[in-house]
């Protein structure tokens, strides 16, 4: 297989493939979740349940003081590098062409110096959340291979990203590029079967707290 | 013009000046990113090389890339240097045909039996050595028969170099670069569709200079001038940088030269000297017309997934992909759900509830 073999097949089928896994194992994740159900409160409302679980979707976004005390790196670096994800997969301007490619929809990209500089950010702060968990006697023992493996799937794409976006010169530019869509591909592929599908389910959890909390009529 | 005469002579000859020979001299090394103080030895090598023979072969071809480095240079020093080669055999451009331009090549291949050098350009089909003949000598037996008294191997443009167009799918003439029938020589690629005429007259300097190929790169190619990517030479990059893209080729974006990316630019996989060297006398080159790098210097450049798909782009319908797996993925979560449920009202139902009395008659079993 020549390298533009390769890099056409990460863009075609192995895309294909991925997404079909990808979206397959998530509508399955959520729907499982959804088909749970609730037993049907029958106490009184005392408030809006709609309104407390969307009320809580956003408030949880803000870390409340007793854990930010508690546990600062955690909340700092995890924090940063989230929005680090953030900026580099939605806001880099060839990254938002493959967006509205697949879903016609498009929004104006920030410049690639800070989309570059985020990148390596987001990188130091997953390698020092890296260092924290093994270094940290109670995290590391509650830390199992697939706490490894999400995190190794998670930084993947940004080093590979990194290097093709310089092309740094350890294989020609094409085979760069395709070992970057290719770990972006891994990570779709172990997405809906690992913790990642958090990011879907924490939406679902905090709605549901919420909604708890909203029929009580209290804060939640 | 004598064949004893030497490069210095000939260009002396020709009414080229000493200072205007020193100027390509001094460019020359500049583009190989020599030292200046090899400009006097590259001079002095020059001055004294005797006219080296070469043979030019044109196989699975479309003259592109002889146009490119006959005609644009033909007046100046370049050219002049690239006349003042002994091209003893180039089928185009000689007046001979038939038996006695073969008669030509095979003189030039005795007479300087190991010391020539063989451009070839134009693919090699292996499918049926009928598909190409010259003078009814295969393509591949000539190449091979040629290649075994060369001292070393240009494959110009990307037919020679990679394959090129006849090699684009399904290739049908089963064409193969030169370097994939040779192996036993000193091949150097200088490709593109066609390559800059400049990169050509400049290999043959540094052989003519230090009697040695080039530093090559991975492909095969001279690092002097596919050294960097087009992307990162590009005067339109800080464009790319700002995230400024022309969406169509008429926008506004286009037309206030923003970076062609988005229009399927593939300059950041495409390595020549296209953006420092450009093409007609340094006139310009295809991004500051306006047009998209195609990436024409790479291997399979014709069967990348499209010239006007942006790199990032997906080349098959990923859409369509998505939305069957979000039918497919709901359907198999409800009936998943389905069984789940099914399976808890089953144990609700064969559920057993525990009495005291059960207890009791456990405890006084032990």
Known sequence: MTETELLLWVRGPALQIATVIFVLGIVVRIAGILMLGRKKNLAEARGSAVAGGLRTILSRSIPDPGTLQRSTFNVVAGYIFHIGLFITILLFAPHILLIEDVFGVSWPALPTPIVDATTVVTIIALLAVLIHRLRHPVMRFLSGFQDYLVWLVTILPLVTGYLAFHRVGIAPPPTLLAIHILSVELLMVVFPFTKLMHTFSLFMARYYNGAISGYKGVKS | ?366
């Open chain 2, 1 to 366: 013009m004598s064949k004893d005469e030497t490069l210095g002579e000939a260009l002396r000859r020709q009414g080229i000046t000493r200072r205007g020979f020193l100027k390509f001299c001094a460019a020359t090394a500049s583009m190989m990113a020599l030292p200046p103080s090899m400009v006097p030895a590259i001079a002095a090598a020059l001055e004294k090389a005797m006219r080296p023979s070469v043979i030019w072969l044109s196989f699975q071809e479309c003259t592109g890339c002889t146009e490119s480095l006959t005609r644009s240079h033909s007046p100046t020093v370049e050219g002049l240097i690239f006349d003042t080669i002994s091209l003893d055999y180039h089928h185009t451009l000689q007046a001979a045909s038939g038996s006695a331009a073969e008669a030509a090549r095979e003189a030039a291949m005795e007479e300087n039996y190991g010391k020539y050098i063989l451009v070839v350009d134009g693919s090699i089909p292996t499918a049926n050595p009928g598909y190409s003949t010259i003078a009814g000598i295969s393509n591949k037996s000539m190449l091979l028969d040629t290649a075994k008294g060369a001292a070393a191997i240009v494959a110009v443009g990307t037919c020679a170099a990679y394959g090129g167009i006849p090699k684009a799918k399904p290739n049908p003439t089963g064409a193969v670069a030169v370097s994939d029938l040779i192996k036993d020589k000193p091949i150097i690629n200088v490709s593109g569709c066609p390559p800059i005429p400049v990169v050509i007259t400049g290999v043959l300097a540094h052989f003519l200079t230090f009697g040695t190929i080039p530093e090559l790169d991975a492909l095969g190619r001279p690092k002097a001038y596919y050294g960097q990517s087009i992307h990162d030479r590009c005067y339109r990059r800080p464009f790319y940088d700002k995230g400024l893209f022309a969406n169509t080729f008429d926008d506004e974006g286009a037309k206030k030269g923003w970076c062609l990316y988005k229009l399927g630019c593939k300059g950041p996989t495409t390595y020549n000297a296209c953006a420092t060297t450009k093409w007609n006398e340094g006139t310009s080159f295809p991004i500051e017309a306006g047009h998209p790098c195609l990436g024409c210097s790479e291997p399979d450049f014709w069967d990348g997934g499209g010239f006007y798909k942006a790199l990032s782009m997906p080349t098959e319908d990923i859409t369509r992909a998505a939305v069957y797996a979000v039918g497919a993925g709901a359907a198999a979560g409800v009936a998943l759900g389905a069984m789940n449920r099914a399976k808890k009202a089953r144990a609700v139902k064969t559920h057993e509830k525990v009495t005291i009395n059960d207890l009791e008659k456990g405890a006084d079993d032990d």
